[in-house]
């Protein structure tokens, strides 16, 4: 297998288990690459690519961009706060526009989910979801993957708990979908109301209390509350939150065994997470952001090689 | 179809890899500021015989034998299935003299490429090339090996095939046709 099965980045769940292999493999090569005097490679030279940011972001887009940049392309920003979004133009529109300039790829991130499948239906370029609203987040998926393998030697049996707000997360979603694709065991936890109700068609674990959750698992994925998507109030307070699903060093030392702790960022420190369990030699937070850089280059130049 | 013919034997293989490493060490003496760097992916397998070879005869055991990748560099990346291999050189390349190595030297473009992906490692004083066979005739570049095992004349429907101890269990090196007829 020396190609990807499919045109765009869309989502996880339009991967096979050989693309996400041969993106992770790949990424081993450009995390060499990376950690070279001279970081940079000729490969997109030739290639156009339009960062479109609908939703802020500082982690993803930094990343990307500086995987794009690393790799030789040519790359063109837009943040909708600074556009004629505002203006009341429309998201085909806007990417016609955009495309018309000569772009190749595009690397999008929309608050509304499918923006992604929309656009690579309307539009002749290649496209790279750096999620949309609450469906996925493939690069970050693929990443942890990445992050995982690299601390655990592999990702086969392995089990991963992924904690928090589940209803709003695309990066628990898009994780459920790799890991599970990589033959890890998932569960998830957290506050009943933050569950979806069609989390058992997913095939996952589901755990409502935080201690049993780390006793069973190997890795720890802790998710941000996302407070920009709750209309509602899911829970009393963010207080209360923190002492029944916040994980502190106390409960992380009480624990039988070593897990590894993972965030997908921003950190709210003391919320979801404590600053010592955050800055422990479990946590592998900052390598998920050195890999993500990687596991992007790779993504990019595997689709750029497709014709 | 053709029959596939014998270039080298693995007697002859032997005799030609020695040969190679005579004529490095009539240039480059103790290799004290010489490095071998192999082209991912086939031709590590002669960089690191001719490293082994170099250190029996030399009797000398800190000769530096690197493996370069050169996948993001190449031109036609986007023409060809290619997978990245390792690249690992560790060591500095600034002010050396450099050996580059790979089994088969045909249009030139990997030898091109490999020039490239050598600069992320610094500066080199000095750069040759070293290959096991050279098909002269199918050059894209203005490339040329100075170290060469065997030249051999060939059109582009033929193929060389190299093949190791290593990984194939032996060493030959052959010739075959893939036109249909």
């Known amino acids: 297998m020396t190609k990807l099965s499919t045109k765009h980045l869309l989502g996880i769940k339009d991967l096979t288990t050989e693309d996400i292999q041969l993106i992770l493999s790949t990424a081993d090569s450009f995390k060499e690459v990376i950690n070279r005097p001279i970081k940079k490679v000729p490969s997109l030279r030739d290639i156009t690519i339009a960062n479109l940011f609908f939703e802020n972001s500082t982690r993803t887009k930094l990343s990307f961009e500086l995987a794009e940049k690393r790799l030789s392309a040519d790359v063109v920003n837009f943040a909708s706060s600074s556009s004629s979004v505002k203006k009341g133009e429309t998201l085909i529109d806007t990417v016609n526009n955009i495309l018309a300039m000569k772009v190749d790829m595009v690397v999008m991130r929309h608050p509304n989910p499918g923006a992604a499948v929309f656009l690579s239906k309307h539009i002749d370029a290649k496209i790279i979801n750096a999620g949309d609203g609450a469906h996925e987040h493939p690069t970050q998926a693929l990443l942890d993957a990445f992050s995982i393998k690299e601390r655990l030697g592999e990702i086969k049996g392995k089990k991963v708990v992924i904690v928090g707000d589940i209803l709003h997360s695309r990066v628990a979603l898009s994780n459920i979908f790799c890991l599970q694709k990589l033959g890890a065991e998932v569960m998830v936890c957290g506050p009943t109301t933050l569950m979806p109700k069609y989390i058992g068609s997913l095939g996952v674990k589901v755990e409502y209390n935080l201690r049993k959750a780390l006793e069973w698992c190997d890795v720890a994925n802790m998710l941000r509350i996302q407070l920009e998507r709750q209309e509602i109030k899911y829970f009393p307070s963010l207080r209360e939150y923190t002492m029944l699903f916040g994980l502190n060093k106390e409960l992380l030392d009480s624990l039988s065994k070593k897990i590894v702790i993972m965030h997908p960022g921003p950190i709210n420190r003391g919320v979801e997470i404590t600053s010592d369990v955050a800055d422990s030699d479990q946590s592998i937070i900052l390598e998920q952001v050195e890999n993500g850089v990687a596991v992007r280059m790779a993504v990019l130049f595997l689709l750029a090689g497709r014709a | ?181």
């Open chain 2, 1 to 181: 179809m053709m029959k596939p013919r014998i270039i080298l034997d693995s007697k002859h293989f032997e005799i030609t890899v020695t040969r190679l490493c005579y004529q490095l060490i009539e240039v480059h003496n103790d290799f004290s500021n010489t490095v071998i760097v192999g082209l991912q992916p086939r031709g590590i397998y002669l960089a690191k015989r001719i490293q082994k070879k170099l250190t029996e005869i030399l009797n000398k055991k800190d000769i530096k034998c690197g493996s370069l990748d050169t996948t993001f560099y190449r031109d036609d990346f986007r023409k060809k299935e290619l997978v990245p291999s390792i690249t690992e050189i560790d060591f500095i390349i600034e002010d050396k003299n450099v050996i580059m190595v790979d089994d088969v030297l045909y249009t030139g473009r990997t030898i091109r490429a490999g020039l490239d992906a050598m600069l992320a490692f610094g500066r080199p004083n000095d750069v040759e090339l070293l290959v096991l066979i050279d098909r002269r005739l199918s050059r894209h570049l203005p490339i040329q090996a100075k170290y060469i095992g065997k030249t051999i004349d060939s059109i582009a429907s033929e193929k060389v095939k190299v093949e190791w101890q290593e990984t194939d269990g032996a060493d030959k090196v052959t010739l075959f046709s893939t036109a249909k007829d």
